[in-house]
């Protein structure tokens, strides 16, 4: 008897193990499912992560491209564009100095002529028949012309002098320098 009690305590501790087993393996079961259940969701989450990650890095890929093409295409302009602005300068430059060169040339006729040893002008005919004998001009602006001459001095507005002499003088209203200056102001002005 003492091996049938020995053996029924065994059964029934085994059965008791046994239960505490399987309810302890369903326990795993049901945390293993739902894990698996968490998992799954973050997979779909991870997808979609990725779709629109895809998605985003199509877009940029599509965007890259279209940078490059735009500085593809930018790239001979801003080349043109400072190949132009170097001969825009050389330009300027070129016209300072003819600026230059004509004032100066200007002041050294209007020098030579009014120098008390440069030779007389022996004749001027100003309107209205007045004559000037042996005239050297002593004051030379851009509206009017001083002169000494035979007879004593006078002063001549400079659009009444003989078209030669205002060409030679550069003096009145289609003077050279003052209409190289507007010329010179309008380009320069324009082009900055």
């Known amino acids: 008897m003492d091996a049938i009690k020995f053996w029924t305590a065994m059964i029934i501790i085994s059965l008791i193990a046994g239960t505490v087993t399987f309810f302890n393996y369903l326990q795993g079961i049901d945390e293993a499912n739902a894990a698996l259940l968490d998992v799954r969701a973050r997979v779909k989450q991870l997808e979609e992560t990725v779709k629109l990650r895809q998605v985003e890095a199509a877009a940029t890929v599509a965007l890259q491209a279209k940078v490059q093409a735009a ?70 602006e851009l509206t009017e012309v001083s002169f000494g001459h035979s007879d004593g001095a006078t002063t001549v507005p400079a659009d009444q002098l003989p078209t030669e002499l205002r060409q030679k003088l550069d003096v009145g209203s289609d003077a050279l320098v003052p209409r190289m200056e507007e010329t010179i102001s309008s380009l320069l002005g324009k082009g900055k």
């Open 71 to 140: 500085m593809a295409q930018a790239t001979p302009l801003q080349e043109r564009k400072n190949e132009l602005q170097k001969k825009i300068r050389s330009h300027e430059a070129e016209l300072k100095f003819l600026d230059t060169s004509i004032r100066a040339a200007v002041e050294k006729v209007r020098v030579s002529m009014s120098a008390p040893d440069s030779p007389s002008i022996p004749q001027i005919t100003l309107p209205l028949k007045k004559i000037l004998m042996d005239a050297r001009p002593r004051k030379i």
